[in-house]
């Protein structure tokens, strides 16, 4: 069986979305980090290859936390974005490969020659 969040906090001041998993897994993961690893066509493409690479989201909000069933929710940002539905399952592959999808998309940003403004 997959692990299921008990938690999830929106912790609008550092910008950050805590969830704890029913193994006892807790992930701390950014606004940012949510915004630009959105699992929305908008920001995966339609195939792969084709992911749309974020950039300018360093100070974006989400305003809201909307569940969807019993198995996702739906991260409203303050910048518009509302497609992605984040499963259980994402969130967790989020949280566990948080440190190398991180450094994979500074160095993605880097190459587009995008100097973040806040680090």
């Known amino acids: 069986m997959e692990p299921t969040p008990v938690e999830i906090r929106l912790r609008k001041q550092s910008r950050q979305l805590t969830i704890v998993y029913d193994d006892d897994e807790q992930f701390d ?9 959105s699992p929305s066509a908008e920001v995966q493409g339609h195939g792969p ?4 690479l974020q950039t300018g989201k360093e100070n974006v909000s989400i305003t809201a936390v909307e569940p969807i069933g019993h198995y996702a929710v739906r ?3 303050d910048d518009g974005h509302d497609s992605g539905l ?4 994402h969130l967790y592959e989020l949280g566990r490969n948080k440190d190398v999808r991180w450094q994979a998309y500074l160095d993605r940003l880097k190459a587009a020659g995008y100097a973040r403004t806040n680090h």
């Open 49 to 52: 290859g084709q992911e749309i």
């Open 75 to 77: 991260l409203i940002f």
């Open 29 to 37: 993961l950014s606004f940012e980090y949510l915004r630009v690893h």
């Open 86 to 89: 984040y499963t259980w399952k």
